[in-house]
């Protein structure tokens, strides 16, 4: 039995994976984790595939960040256009028999799009006989764009300002699709869609500065005063490429919240798409060019399951009466076959064949995430430390994708934005805890000291974060740190955690060079899923 997987069946994998992102059908989070030293500190080790490795990943899980949809976009290969290059042809036959240009046998494969400087991205539709292109393609048309090169392209979108900064890498551009009715949006979350005053302080004789910061670039907002109060924050810019806004003022007690939303995909790309006809005849391919035919006295006819599609059969003018080319003058629409032949009125002309190139059969434009072959997710999001669940003081050295994590002590989904999967202890010395102490209770549990904090803010060190081993501890647990000998240690309470550090199924792992956070630090984090 002969099994083909098609590249758009993993299109359609990436693609379910943002699905189940934006519709929350499931949770998805970035973790950190291991603060263990690995054997070389220079070289980290090679995660492996298997239950164990995945266990001690779950165990070594300090935090997690979780997936929003403005987080995730699903991505396809990038090609970037450069002077004097052979692009291939669209064509929707290629295969061992018909090769492109560029000796690929399917067109997953083919350099059959293009990148700009501009951002713009173009399909190649017509190559000018494996020419080389010698002229930028530019503009937004929905019509197709033919260059002095001779080169035909169509115009599909323009990889946006917030796509730019967040997504796009120098192998794969970010590929979004128009909001169709009962889908998700795949729009850009990034901007700065509103603030909410949360207070309004008082006694303001003029309005004071907003002031926004965050990852993103170009956001501001002006202050609305009523009777000296805060009242509202108008958004004069949105801005673009945010994950994560703070709004604070020049002067005086208001405060308030960002709120991130986005615009959806811009209106060029929604005109292209709406502007798709299915089933078009793009161009002919000649096989055989044949010998006798007459220019004007021979045409040809195109059938097929579509209608209308038309062409001029171009003969050549050294005698020899070969076809050399048809030009489309109807593209037709409706196709998802079409043969061509050619009929002599009165000449004796024999032998020409030749193919037809059809459209994808929802048009060139529709769906750029199938027709360029969009098989990978990229997830991108910022860690801060606007929280306490926020792991900072330590170094970590992997990250990874966890789905699903469990509220700890429950069969409930984690849904919060950040949580921990440490035992948060307040002690009254935090002197007789350091990071990475290892600490054991009198009732045999065993933890190790992941961070120290100051969580009310009044400059004193209370809370132990403890990164469970075997998690076993109460309010009225004696402790030993047996790292630096310390004994009969009490605590005030105990905070269990957020997040079961056993749940969910872990779907990447990047081991990492140690990584120090601060609390003034920011990172990155970045992921890259093909499939």
């Known amino acids: 039995m002969t099994v083909l997987l098609r590249d758009n069946a993993r299109v359609e994998i990436a693609r379910s994976i943002y699905r189940d992102v934006a519709t929350e059908n499931d949770f998805l989070y970035f973790y950190i984790g291991r603060t263990i030293e690995w054997d070389d500190e220079e070289s980290p080790e090679t995660p492996v595939d298997s239950g164990s490795y995945n266990n001690a990943a779950h165990r070594n899980t300090l935090f997690l960040k979780r997936v929003q949809t403005g987080d995730i976009v699903m991505m396809a290969r990038r090609i970037d256009w450069a002077v004097d290059t052979i692009y291939d042809s669209y064509d929707d036959n290629y295969s061992s028999d018909y090769a492109a240009y560029s000796g690929a046998e399917k067109l997953s494969l083919a350099d059959f799009y293009v990148i700009t400087d501009s951002f713009n991205v173009y399909k190649c539709i017509y190559n000018n006989e494996d020419s080389e292109s010698t002229a930028k393609p530019t503009g937004t048309s ?73 990852d993103g670039v170009g956001a501001s907002a002006t202050a609305v005063l009523t009777s000296g109060v805060v009242t509202s924050v108008t958004v ?18 208001a405060a308030a919240t960002a709120n991130l939303g986005g615009t959806e995909t811009d209106t060029t790309h929604q005109a292209v798409e709406n502007a798709a006809v299915n089933g078009t005849v793009d161009r002919v391919v000649m096989l055989e060019i044949g010998l006798d035919y007459i220019q004007d006295d021979v045409t040809c006819v195109i059938t097929g399951d579509g209608e209308n599609a038309e062409g001029n059969v171009q003969v050549s003018e050294d005698g020899l009466g070969k076809i050399n080319s048809v030009e489309i003058t109807n593209v037709g629409s409706g196709y998802s076959f079409a043969d061509i032949s050619f009929v002599n009125n009165v000449g004796n002309g024999v032998g020409a064949t030749a193919r037809v190139v059809l459209s994808p059969y929802s048009g060139h434009g529709a769906n750029s995430q199938k027709e360029l072959f969009a098989t990978a997710v990229c997830i991108s999001t910022n860690l801060t430390n606007e929280t306490y669940d926020i792991f900072i003081g330590n170094d970590f050295r992997q990250i990874g994708l966890i789905k699903n994590p469990m509220v700890f002590d429950t069969s409930t989904n984690f849904q919060a934005t950040t949580g921990t999967t440490c ?17 054991t209770t009198d009732d045999d549990g065993q933890f190790t000291v992941i961070q120290k904090r100051d969580l009310d803010s009044d400059g004193t060190v209370e809370s132990i974060y403890l990164l469970p081993i075997i998690p076993i501890i109460s309010g009225s647990s004696i402790l030993t740190n047996t790292t630096q000998n310390f004994t009969n240690l009490s605590i005030n309470s105990v905070t269990e955690p957020e997040v079961d550090n056993k749940t969910g199924e872990i779907l990447y792992i990047d ?5 120090t956070r601060s609390s003034d630090q920011i990172e990155k984090l970045k992921a890259i899923l093909t499939f």
Request: net charge negative.
């Open 142 to 214: 929905s019509s197709s764009i033919t260059t002095e090169d001779g080169y035909i392209w169509k115009y599909m979108f323009t990889v946006g300002a917030s796509d730019q900064q967040r997504f796009l890498s120098p192998d794969y551009i970010p590929v979004r699709k128009v909001v169709n009715a009962g889908e998700p949006a795949f729009d850009v979350n990034g901007e700065l869609d509103s603030v909410t005053v949360t207070t309004g302080g008082s006694g303001y004789a003029a309005a004071p500065t907003v002031v926004v910061s965050g």
């Open 236 to 253: 004069s810019n949105a801005g673009s490429g945010y994950s994560f806004a703070n709004i604070s003022f020049s002067s005086g007690a």
């Open 423 to 439: 035992y948060v202890i307040n002690v009254s010395d935090h002197t007789k805890y350091a990071l990475d102490d290892n600490i």
């Open 511 to 515: 081991n990492k060079r140690y990584i």
